[in-house]
């Protein structure tokens, strides 16, 4: 069963910034699973969504490159609000979220080969 929307839409976008290397991402929330992907250098998976009338709309991600794993919440409608990081950068030197506001590149955490969970931005 559907769950009641707000009518307001979000839009999330993961982007491979690795230098030649293929990103493994696969993003989901309790409801919707994006499924595995394997995306190379400058290729991103995007995705839209509404958010639920009862609050608590949840996308969250896990990243891998060769040994090395990342975990991320990708949204959270109870914590972000209006002002959320719509793009997420996936570097060399870690995970970078900018704002759907502006173009600044906010820095979140540094890959690790433990899984490292980056928790919320």
């Known amino acids: 069963m559907a769950r009641p929307s707000t009518g307001q839409t979000r839009a999330i976008q993961v982007i491979n910034k690795l230098s030649s290397k293929v990103l493994i991402v696969h993003c989901q ?15 991103s998976i995007s995705w839209q969504f509404e ?6 709309t949840l996308f969250w991600c896990n990243l ?7 975990s ?9 609000g209006n002002f ?11 995970l970078f979220g900018r704002y759907v506001s502006g173009v600044y590149r ?6 690790n080969s433990s899984g490292k969970d980056c928790g919320y931005p």
Not at 86 to 92: A, F, G, L
Not at 106 to 111: P, V
């Open 51 to 56: 958010l639920d009338i009862i609050g608590g």
């Open 29 to 43: 929330s309790k409801d919707d699973d994006m499924g595995a992907h394997a995306i190379s250098f400058n290729e």
């Open 106 to 111: 906010h820095f979140i955490c540094r890959w």
């Open 84 to 94: 959320y990081i719509s793009v997420w950068d996936v570097c060399d030197d870690g």
């Open 64 to 70: 891998a490159i060769e040994d090395r794993r990342l």
């Open 72 to 80: 991320f919440v990708a949204y959270d409608a109870d914590r972000h």
